[in-house]
DNA sequence: GGATACATACCATACAGTCGGTATATGTCA
DNA sequence: TGACATATACCGACTGTATGGTATGTATCC
């Protein structure tokens, strides 16, 4: 546990070190069962440095929240599922990373903020909102492509750019609830297989004929 | 707070009480921010009579999937969508009946297994897998409607019954998680709006032509 | 020389769990 | 039928410790 020293140059990093600990810590146990020690040791930081970042637990709740909504907005802006002319490729090639990037341990791919929102939706309503601030502005950045693959296949059925984004969220949720229930990580991939079934069915093309990505 | 007294015909009652105080705080709060005291001041019982009737707060959270799990299997088998003799008709008034029970208070109808599933992960794997069996257990009872409907249906596509089934609850698992996240449980009926648009899709049949359930 | 970024010892309390006691029901034997 | 024993279902004061948070000191940078 190499400590860093006075005169590291890893010093002032205890703030990242600390998030990055909660990200990984509070999606395995969950937050409240998350200890201010737990992060201290898993950072190698002491208390000190913990109150002097943070000024209470929940000020670092919500201060998680936000690192996850900038890593992971960086993370996925800087993914391949970009790359594709076709507004509805993209759509898609979103939906095959998302299942790609299932993959190791569950605490490892599950959603952060999905995890706390859920927890802690009536004992802290602030982390809750930071939570809810993430998750739907990820939604947000699918929304563009959602809209412009409307348009691009002439959709004019009932159902809206932003509905579709939440929905996509909703399942890629839902499949990580089943995967911890079930202890395993395919039950969440499972789940984007018929995702991606449902939006080639809006958008009515075939099924497999843009890329390949299963099996 | 009118507590049952000895002569009292709710005599022994104390842990259906510290159940249903379970199941109401718990998907508010959580389970590891829920505490034992919280417990009995809601069930009107002393910790005494907890620790009687459970050996510890983990032994409680087990029962409490364990009771969710019972309650919900009658509610559900009790539900009017088992009606119609149409099999795919039962499995979208399924998905009508989960909708049209999502009012009120978000902890009055989220679901308390999927929570504490998703908490309690990797701290407490005894709760998590009475957790899953309430969710996967429930998924079951639908798996033997949807499988009919294949048959009736002559569906040969090369998705399963089972798959559906578990797609179903992630998709409902997942809509609370946004509903939560949010604080709107339209959030949660939005999500199931376009889970019955997919499920009329895989059996090849039109949109709103079997009955009516939309707003 | 002041602000920043820690370190460390300490504190108050909330928490899960314990333990001796009590009230009631049930069984049993004379 | 009644006395006694045993088991069940609680009651509520107590406890050890874990936990969030604080107070004070110190090194480094600007």
Same mark, same amino acid.
């Given at each position: 546990m190499p400590r860093p020293t006075k005169?590291? +140059?890893?010093?002032?990093?205890a703030r990242i070190r600390l998030l990055e600990a909660a990200r990984d810590i509070i999606r395995a146990k969950g937050f409240a069962a998350t200890t201010v020690d737990d992060l201290c040791r898993t950072a190698a930081v002491t208390k000190g440095a913990f109150f002097h970042n943070f000024g209470s637990k929940d000020a670092l709740g919500i201060a998680a929240a936000e690192f996850w909504a900038e890593t992971t907005s960086g993370f996925f802006a800087a993914? +391949?599922?970009?790359? +594709?002319?076709?507004a509805l490729e993209r759509v898609l090639a979103y939906v095959a990373f998302r299942k790609a990037i299932i993959?190791?341990?569950?605490a490892e791919f599950t959603c952060l903020v999905g995890t706390m929102a859920q927890e802690v939706y009536a004992s802290a309503p602030d982390i809750r909102d930071a939570c809810g601030r993430s998750i739907f502005g990820h939604t947000a950045t699918l929304e563009a492509d959602i809209e412009a693959a409307r348009r691009d296949h002439g959709i004019t059925d009932d159902w809206t750019a932003e509905s579709l984004a939440r929905y996509t969220q909703a399942v890629i949720q839902g499949g990580f609830i089943l995967a911890k229930a079930g202890n395993d990580p395919a039950l969440a991939q499972e789940s984007l297989d018929h995702l991606d079934r449902y939006i080639r069915h809006l958008f009515h093309v075939a099924e497999d004929d843009t890329d390949e990505w299963s099996h």
């Open positions: 005169q590291s +140059p890893e010093r002032g990093s993914a +391949p599922y970009h790359d +594709p002319a076709d993959a190791g341990d569950l």
